[in-house]
């Protein structure tokens, strides 16, 4: 029963690219146990996946923050005594980060990661005992499928990928129809206009789909009420935590996000997805669906798509529509 950890802390969306390569392991090693190092605050993706065995959380960014505080220093210990009481027979680094490199020491086992002409971070590469060379050029989940391939010793998948995760059933009352509309991000310059979002409402309302609207912060809870004060019959939703939220996106009829780990997990979670993109390139990053879904990426740098390109895409993607 071969004993494997995963290093992949942050961020929602690069945690969610990582999902592939449990199911990619497993089919290649039926009885492999995973288990996966991550930030506190994403913990709740790899729990939705019922082939994670553990989940050991971090708090790197808190961390830092408090590098002098004793409680901090409490905390990094405690990870390391409870990471070290399992000997693995693989510890894959699929972060190239100094960050998770660091962490890779903490475990006892192989440690496996990318070569410093593959890595974002060339120092990293030197923590591992294993490296390999895996082109830039490919999308993030195709190089964690390939990190992982080449470090268990299979051949790099290359079908769909299966997020495998399965969410909660959803715990608010909605309507049987609406399209989830993932309207934030990290940085204003990846932002689709508010008035573009609730124009997109109000056409989607006369075709008796509600636009549900979810916020994690004061700035997005009042974005989102200024959308649904503009669209009859839109949704705000409650401050919810990713578990939570999950429920109600794997629900929807379907995804439209901006760039951001939301728009991934819609994804992953089967829901037909259409992503916006206007400040960044979605070749290498983009929301890629899985064999049981669709997925369209729209924009890209100093590109705004039109609310028009957002329905055609989703007529694509939604017959009904």
């Known amino acids: 029963m071969p004993r494997i950890l995963l290093i992949k802390t942050s961020s929602l969306g690069d945690v969610i690219h990582n999902l592939p390569v ?23 993706i790899p729990r939705l996946h019922p082939q994670v065995n ?9 961390w830092k923050k408090h590098i ?38 903490c475990a006892n ?47 790099a998948p290359t079908n ?13 009352t909605l309507p049987e129809k609406y399209i989830i509309a993932l309207h934030s991000t990290s940085r ?20 008796n789909l509600s636009l549900v609207l979810p916020w994690a912060s004061d700035a ?11 669209v009859t019959g839109s949704i705000v939703l409650p401050q919810l935590n990713i578990h939570a939220l999950s429920g109600v996106i794997a629900s929807a009829t ?24 206007t400040d960044t390139m979605p070749v290498l990053t983009g929301v890629m669906a899985g064999g049981n879904t669709k997925a369209i990426n729209l924009g890209g740098i100093a590109q705004t798509p039109s609310v028009d390109d957002v329905l055609q895409a989703l007529k694509k993607l939604y017959k009904s529509l």
């Open 22 to 44: 449990v199911n990619d392991m497993h089919a290649h090693l039926p009885n492999v146990q995973i288990d996966w190092v991550v930030e506190e605050s994403f913990a709740d």
């Open 54 to 62: 553990q989940v050991f959380t971090v708090a790197m960014r808190r």
């Open 68 to 105: 002098f505080s004793k409680k901090t220093w409490h905390e990094i210990t405690k990870f390391k005594k409870l990471i070290q009481k399992k000997q693995y027979d693989a510890i894959i680094d699929t972060q190239g980060l100094l960050k998770s490199a660091l962490i890779t020491r």
């Open 109 to 155: 086992g192989v440690k496996h990661g990318y070569d410093k002409s593959s890595i974002r971070e060339s120092l990293a590469s030197y923590f591992y005992d294993k490296t390999y060379h895996i082109s830039y050029q490919q999308h993030a989940v195709t190089r964690n499928r390939a990190l992982v391939a080449l470090s268990l010793g299979f051949a």
């Open 160 to 172: 769909a990928p299966d997020y495998g995760i399965s969410a909660p059933k959803c715990a608010l």
């Open 188 to 207: 204003n310059s990846k932002l689709w206009p508010t008035q573009y979002w609730a124009d997109l409402g109000k056409q989607l309302a006369q075709q």
């Open 220 to 230: 997005e809870r009042l974005r989102a009420q200024a959308i649904a004060q503009q």
């Open 254 to 277: 379907a995804a439209i996000g901006v760039d951001t780990g939301l728009s991934h997990l819609a994804a992953a979670l089967n829901r037909p997805t259409v992503a916006i993109y």
